[in-house]
């Protein structure tokens, strides 16, 4: 199944709250930090923002602009205790996902086996 560039991952709010579990930190940092460390990851800069953005409008996340030396404004976000609860729920449901998706395959390599 071929995705496009904008595709955005179902969980990609949960990997942004585990990035931020890490401590605070900037848009462009958990974009690039996204881009390097996941393995497969398919989303984009305007992916992150509006996740952030709605992570901040549900309370799950707050945000706080810094001055840098720069002299240039930066909004740096933390997790929240309901960001917290969130990635906990996140970590429950992949648990889940990880156990049916272990389980297709290992009865699609027995059905390859019996196909020969």
Same mark, same amino acid.
């Given at each position: 199944?071929?995705?496009?560039?904008? #595709?955005? &991952?179902?969980?990609?709010?949960?990997?942004?709250?585990?990035?931020?579990?890490?401590?605070? @930190?900037?848009?462009?940092?958990?974009?690039? !930090? !996204? %881009? $390097? $460390?996941? &393995?497969?990851?398919?989303?984009?800069?305007? !992916?992150? #923002?509006? !996740?952030?953005?709605?992570? %901040?409008?549900?309370?799950?996340?707050?945000?706080?602009?810094?001055?840098?030396?720069?002299? *240039?404004?930066?909004? #740096? #976000?933390?997790?929240?205790?309901?960001?917290?609860?969130?990635?906990?729920?996140? %970590? %429950?449901?992949?648990?889940? *996902?990880?156990? @049916?998706?272990?389980?297709?395959?290992?009865?699609?390599? *027995?059905?390859?086996? @019996?196909?020969?």
């Amino acid at each position: 199944m071929k995705r496009s560039k904008k #595709y955005s &991952p179902r969980h990609s709010p949960a990997f942004v709250l585990l990035f931020l579990a890490r401590g605070a @930190n900037y848009g462009g940092a958990i974009l690039k !930090m !996204m %881009e $390097e $460390e996941i &393995p497969c990851f398919l989303g984009d800069s305007s !992916m992150v #923002y509006r !996740m952030l953005q709605d992570l %901040e409008e549900e309370g799950a996340v707050a945000g706080q602009w810094e001055m840098t030396k720069s002299g *240039r404004p930066v909004k #740096y #976000y933390f997790l929240t205790e309901k960001g917290w609860e969130q990635l906990l729920d996140a %970590e %429950e449901d992949m648990r889940k *996902r990880i156990n @049916n998706h272990v389980f297709f395959l290992e009865e699609l390599e *027995r059905a390859k086996k @019996n196909k020969k």
